[in-house]
């Protein structure tokens, strides 16, 4: 019976097909390969059940297991268990997205397949296919799954005798000679192809070649649809060529990671054996001896103290003695490495220039003249005395307004190294003290640590946030902190881990802190206070033109022509959007704009993006603070305060509510200070209505609110006493005031008390445009010290007692 005659007879069916089945299975089970050519040569059926196939399409005369979706596919697998001849067709219908293919996503063209061995598990049907004949789809059956179609096969054309046809032949299978050494792989598949065809036929030699290369489904396929044998050559002998360069390419990649990997092992042990034979000959030293000599390289040159030198000594001899794989090698191997690596007797000289000094201060900074002038006493002092060490500079201001950039500044005035660590939130003594050497993982502290790094005994160390140093039952590194900050004891500094005297003499502390309430009175004590208020709003111009702007255009590397801020826009920034004591706000919103700038830059062909005040609210929305209107009537006077944030305007309003009963009440979210100065202030007034020309019925029928705005802010602090007695005094006599600001402490005779943060509070009410003050007399050295633009069109005036205030308000 000829390749291509069909047969009706069941039985001569059913006996090929198990003939061929029990065939297959061993021949897969033998080579156990996923692509293994085996001849079609059995009767093949009319009409065919379609299987799609998604990575590349199935050849025949090629035999390899498949597995295919249980749930998608299994009533077709029944419709083929069913058949007498279990033959099924594959199709490839491209990657696909794992949805069921329409029929017009089949190809006309596909591979009739015999199913051997077919088993379900899980959600999946795992069978062997053994590939049969080309079929082309002549007619369907059905359209949805099963998928049945009618089905012709088309004969191969083939040219033996041609010369084209042999050549391209043995082009193919001299490809397939050069890819046996390559990869075993080819020659087990070409040995089981050899067991089964002649060499001699051109067409399943082509459609081996095409099974064995690594080629794309669609350009394999391709070669499935080519009938005619030399065109099939002719596609498959490029895909062969290109299976054979890359196979090439796989052998000299993994050639080359073989010989550096050989060539490395070859170091390694010739390396280990030198090892061996330097220390049979004496020639080297072992791991022991080159630490040992490490460690007493780095002490050349460093003026070590008698009794750290003999600390030292008696850690390099036990060293010596211990075996480099004990636990206790490892410990004494680090506690020699930080004794070594400090910086013993090493010291930069200082540079007490002050004109160098005043440069660096005036180019970091604007604004600021007072302490800048304080720092330049402090190094005029040291270029007398020879030395700035063993002080400890405390700077006190609200956030934003440059401590810690100051602390820097005075580093590089000094020509010394710089070295900063925030104690904000530490609880632990030992971070400032170190460990102890039989902790795990022990370390020595903040100071000794920042000594290594920088490599000198007098750097300027900033310890940031003193304020807000904790403490809890692993101890109190605020205590800790008063050896390190007194120059009478800081000298001799004994670290856990060292368990070695330090000098810490040398070095410049300088401390921050945003307010002064928290920090410990021992500690400081040992400290010398520099403050830093807020800024006004022409220092703030200053800062962002000079320092603010620059610094941000340049970090986003954008050109300064692009943008162009004018000096009014940039004032409404400053009073609309940024208006607390420090600047950090004010860069924020600054940054803020340079964002939306870059990207109008990017969107438009814009050469310049222009902001003004008309077009401001683009850039940074609707402004944050209107312009404050002074409260003023009757009963409302405005106060000062001052806060961790600066200075502030305070307003307090007294009112009588009612006349049926006598009676004080006080709103306002106030502190027990401040309850208390409002009761003083009430029963001064009370015991002094003769002297104010007040009837003295008036307060024995009132029932008087005094309330001091902005409920939701927590306020507490005896400075607003005269505040308080001046707006009960106004409600009784029915007068308003103008339009002034004061601050005072007031006692229950009428002495008006000083109070703290003159500066802060003189920039509050400059900031809301009031130029009349009445501060406590004992402030007028305080007021006096302040900077000439500070005082500048302030008028000012001074109690020693109520009556004075009085005076001024009253007339």
């Known amino acids: 019976m000829s390749e291509h005659d069909y047969s009706t007879d069941d039985d001569i069916r059913r006996h090929a097909a198990d003939e061929a089945a029990e065939h297959a299975a061993r021949d897969a089970t033998a080579a156990g390969q996923s692509h293994v050519m085996a001849p079609a040569r059995d009767l093949l059926p009319e009409r065919l059940y379609l299987l799609p196939i998604n990575n590349r399409p199935f050849f025949p005369a090629q035999v390899q297991p498949l597995i295919i979706n249980r749930e998608r596919w299994q009533d077709t697998m029944q419709k083929v268990a069913e058949t007498a001849h279990h033959c099924v067709g594959l199709a490839f219908v491209g990657e696909g997205d794992?949805?069921?293919?329409?029929?017009?996503?089949?190809?006309?063209?596909?591979?009739?397949?015999?199913?051997?061995?077919?088993?379900?598990?899980?959600?999946?049907?795992?069978?062997i296919a053994q590939g049969l004949r080309r079929f082309r789809i002549k007619r369907w059956?059905?359209?949805?799954?099963?998928?049945?179609?009618?089905?012709?096969?088309?004969?191969?054309?083939?040219?033996?005798?041609?010369?084209?046809?042999?050549?391209?032949?043995?082009?193919?299978?001299?490809?397939?000679?050069?890819?046996?050494?390559?990869?075993?792989?080819?020659?087990?598949?070409?040995?089981?192809?050899?067991?089964?065809?002649?060499?001699?036929?051109?067409?399943?030699?082509?459609?081996?070649?095409?099974?064995i290369t690594s080629a794309k489904g669609e350009?394999?396929?391709?070669?499935?649809?080519?009938?005619?044998?030399?065109?099939?050559?002719?596609?498959?002998?490029?895909?062969?060529?290109?299976?054979?360069?890359?196979?090439?390419?796989?052998?000299?990649?993994?050639?080359?990671?073989?010989?550096?990997?050989?060539?490395?092992?070859?170091?390694?042990?010739?390396?280990?054996?030198?090892?061996?034979?330097?220390?049979?000959?004496?020639?080297?030293?072992?791991?022991?001896?080159?630490?040992?000599?490490?460690?007493r390289s780095r002490l050349e040159g460093k003026v070590v103290p008698e009794a750290a030198q003999k600390r030292i000594d008696d850690e390099l001899h036990k060293l010596s003695m211990l075996e480099t794989g004990?636990?206790?090698?490892?410990?004494?191997?680090?506690?020699?490495?930080?004794?070594?690596?400090?910086?013993?007797?090493?010291?930069?000289?200082?540079?007490?220039?002050?004109?160098?000094?005043?440069?660096?201060?005036?180019?970091?900074?604007?604004?600021?003249?007072?302490?800048?002038?304080?720092?330049?006493?402090?190094?005029?002092?040291?270029?007398?005395?020879?030395?700035?060490?063993?002080?400890?500079?405390?700077?006190?201001?609200?956030?934003?307004?440059?401590?810690?950039?100051?602390?820097?500044?005075?580093?590089?005035?000094?020509?010394?190294?710089?070295?900063r660590f925030s104690v904000g939130g530490m609880r632990d003594e030992?971070?400032?003290?170190?460990?102890?050497?039989?902790?795990?993982?022990?370390?020595?502290?903040?100071?000794?640590?920042?000594?290594?790094?920088?490599?000198?005994?007098?750097?300027?160390?900033?310890?940031?946030?003193?304020?807000?140093?904790?403490?809890?039952?692993q101890g109190d590194p605020a205590s800790a902190l008063l050896e390190v900050l007194d120059p009478?004891?800081?000298?001799?500094?004994?670290?856990?881990?060292?368990?070695?005297?330090?000098?810490?003499?040398?070095?410049?502390?300088?401390?921050?802190?945003?307010?002064?309430?928290?920090?410990?009175?021992?500690?400081?004590?040992?400290?010398?206070?520099?403050?830093?208020?807020?800024?006004?709003?022409?220092?703030?111009?200053?800062?962002?033109?000079?320092?603010?702007?620059?610094?941000?255009?340049?970090?986003?590397?954008?050109?300064?022509?692009?943008?162009?801020?004018?000096?009014?826009?940039?004032?409404?920034?400053?009073?609309?959007?940024?208006?607390?004591?420090?600047?950090?706000q004010l860069e924020k919103q600054l940054h803020r704009i340079v964002r939306k700038a870059a990207v109008k830059l990017l969107e438009s062909d814009d050469e310049v993006v222009k902001v003004s005040v008309n077009n401001l609210e683009e850039f940074l929305g609707a402004p944050f603070f209107r312009k404050e209107k002074v409260l003023n009537g009757v009963g409302v006077v405005t106060g000062l305060a001052w806060t961790s944030m600066g200075g502030a305007t305070l307003p307090i309003e007294a009112a009588r509510i009612h006349t049926l009963t006598r009676g004080f009440k006080l709103t306002g979210q106030l502190g027990e200070v401040m309850q208390e100065s409002a009761?003083?202030?009430?029963?001064?007034?009370?015991?002094?209505?003769?002297?104010?020309?007040?009837?003295?019925?008036?307060?024995?029928?009132?029932?008087?609110?005094?309330?001091?705005?902005?409920?939701?802010?927590?306020?507490?602090g005896p400075s607003a006493g005269v505040t308080m007695a001046t707006a009960l005094l106004s409600l009784a006599k029915g007068k308003g005031i103008r339009p002034l600001a004061m601050t005072g402490e007031l006692t229950l005779t009428g002495h008006v008390l000083p109070v703290g943060g003159i500066r802060e509070k003189v920039i509050a009410a400059r900031r809301s445009d009031i130029h009349e003050l009445i501060l406590p007399k004992a402030n007028q050295r305080d007021f006096d010290e302040l900077p000439d633009y500070l005082r500048e069109g302030m008028t000012v005036h001074f109690a020693g007692h109520y009556r004075d205030v009085a005076r001024h308000v009253f007339h």
């Open 98 to 127: 794992g949805k069921v293919p329409t029929d017009d996503e089949f190809p006309m063209i596909g591979t009739t397949v015999r199913v051997h061995r077919s088993e379900a598990e899980g959600n999946q049907i795992q069978f």
């Open 219 to 295: 350009e394999l396929q391709r070669a499935l649809e080519t009938l005619p044998v030399l065109e099939r050559m002719q596609v498959v002998l490029p895909l062969l060529r290109k299976e054979l360069d890359v196979a090439k390419l796989q052998n000299e990649i993994a050639h080359q990671v073989n010989e550096q990997m050989e060539e490395r092992q070859r170091e390694f042990f010739l390396r280990e054996q030198l090892k061996v034979i330097q220390k049979e000959l004496g020639i080297s030293k072992g791991d022991r001896e080159n630490d040992v000599d490490t460690f």
């Open 488 to 584: 009478e004891q800081n000298s001799e500094f004994m670290d856990h881990y060292l368990d070695v005297r330090l000098d810490l003499s040398k070095v410049l502390f300088v401390c921050t802190a945003n307010q002064l309430d928290t920090i410990p009175a021992p500690l400081y004590d040992r400290m010398e206070t520099i403050r830093l208020s807020g800024y006004i709003a022409e220092e703030k111009m200053r800062i962002a033109r000079h320092h603010l702007w620059p610094k941000l255009l340049e970090r986003d590397r954008i050109p300064k022509k692009r943008i162009n801020l004018t000096d009014a826009a940039l004032r409404q920034v400053i009073e609309g959007y940024a208006r607390e004591s420090g600047v950090r």
């Open 679 to 716: 009761n003083i202030a009430y029963s001064y007034v009370m015991s002094n209505l003769d002297a104010y020309d007040v009837p003295r019925e008036w307060f024995d029928e009132a029932f008087v609110h005094l309330h001091v705005p902005e409920g939701a802010t927590p306020k507490d």
């Open 326 to 419: 004990s636990p206790e090698y490892g410990t004494t191997r680090n506690y020699l490495d930080w004794l070594t690596a400090l910086p013993w007797g090493i010291t930069s000289d200082d540079q007490l220039d002050l004109g160098r000094a005043r440069t660096i201060l005036d180019r970091d900074h604007d604004g600021l003249t007072d302490v800048k002038e304080r720092i330049i006493e402090f190094l005029a002092e040291g270029a007398f005395k020879g030395t700035v060490g063993g002080s400890i500079l405390l700077l006190v201001g609200p956030p934003g307004v440059g401590k810690t950039s100051i602390g820097r500044s005075i580093a590089d005035a000094l020509g010394r190294k710089f070295y």
């Open 430 to 473: 030992a971070e400032i003290k170190g460990h102890r050497r039989t902790y795990v993982g022990a370390l020595p502290g903040k100071l000794v640590q920042a000594l290594k790094d920088v490599d000198v005994e007098n750097p300027v160390i900033m310890l940031d946030e003193v304020d807000k140093i904790g403490s809890s039952y």
């Open 141 to 211: 059956i059905t359209h949805t799954p099963p998928f049945e179609v009618e089905v012709t096969y088309p004969r191969e054309e083939v040219e033996r005798d041609a010369d084209e046809t042999r050549a391209y032949a043995m082009a193919i299978i001299n490809g397939i000679k050069e890819l046996l050494p390559i990869n075993p792989l080819y020659g087990e598949e070409l040995k089981h192809y050899l067991n089964r065809f002649s060499p001699n036929e051109p067409g399943p030699m082509t459609d081996f070649a095409a099974a």
